[in-house]
């Protein structure tokens, strides 16, 4: 893995190109990530370093801090990352995304972020202390070892990702899981996922958003690119060839998507297996307009922080 180090030009805080996000800063530490997820969307936007590099802003936490300065009214919350991870096993980058993240909740910022990294412990202090101004979420799809290691090689081992999900429980941070996105024929199955649910279950897990795999044409390139010609890749090729609705997506943008009939079926179903493990799951509707208009990411988000920083401004106008 290459770090390069570069002074960011342009502002810090961007507001969000998602629909769930719409009214929100959100802040990307670097430009590329090293965890290299098979499914990143990421890997395909215009300032993608390229698969083993990665671009550390050096200058990025004082950009922040005078972004900040200049803001009218503070920003309620600040959503870490669209297009990387902010807990990349970098010690670099571990120590930058500290910096930000102690500078917004110093300020009384709230933080949000979903992570398939490990969190050090370092972290766990800070947000302890500050645990009403942050919101967590998991990525994790399978408690299979050499499953998730096929699919996201250098992101955090599902026992690390359990590790975090308890140590943030322990100091009062609920975290809310993200099954995003499930691969069809492969982390879909009941015998995947019933185990997780389970555990989660036992954790004090209570919420999940499921999100189905979209394949665009540079996530298609990747699978089959990172994954060879395993067994997986087959699967995956065989779930999306029987399955595929051209006309979602596909029009415009060349990504395809599973058809709606079967992704209804099969929310309902992993919705109704969390249930018996008491975990109550969600479809956004940013990412499935034709299975629900609900944005359910939103109101969550809402429901979290809205009320405590009603005193914020949520975006400049
Ligand atoms: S952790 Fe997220 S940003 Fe990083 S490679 Fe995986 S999907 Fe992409």
Known sequence: MKLLLKE?????????????????????????????????YARGYSNYPGDGTIVLYTNITKKLENELNRKRKSPGFVYFSPSCDAFQP???????????MFLLLERGIGVSFLTKGHIPDKFITLFKSHNDLVQAHIGITTLERRLQRLIEPNAATPRIRLKNISSLINIGIL?????????????DSTLNLEPLFKILNKLGIKSA???????????????RKDLGHTKVLKR?????????????????????????????????????????????????????????KELACRDIWQKYFYKKVS???LFDS
């Not at 975290?175 to 982390?187: A, N, Q, R, V, Y």
């Open 8 to 40: 960011r030009k342009s502002s810090i805080l961007s507001p969000s190109t998602l629909k769930c996000l719409s009214d929100t800063y959100t802040l990307n530490p670097t430009a590329g990530c090293v965890h290299l997820c098979s499914y990143c």
């Open 90 to 100: 970098v010690k670099q980058i571990l120590d930058t995304t500290y910096s930000l």
């Open 175 to 187: 975290p809310e899981i993200k099954l995003d996105p499930l691969i069809p024929g492969l982390t």
């Open 209 to 223: 958003g499921i999100n189905y795999l979209f394949l665009r044409p540079i996530i298609h390139k990747n699978i």
């Open 236 to 292: 995956i090729s065989q779930a999306f060839h029987n399955n595929v609705d051209l006309s979602l997506l596909a029009n415009k943008s060349r990504v395809k998507a599973l058809n709606s009939y079967f992704r209804k079926k099969q929310y309902k179903c992993i919705s109704s297996l969390a249930e018996s493990y008491n975990i109550k799951t969600h479809v956004c509707g940013c990412k499935n307009p034709d299975v629900t």
């Open 311 to 313: 005193q914020y401004q």
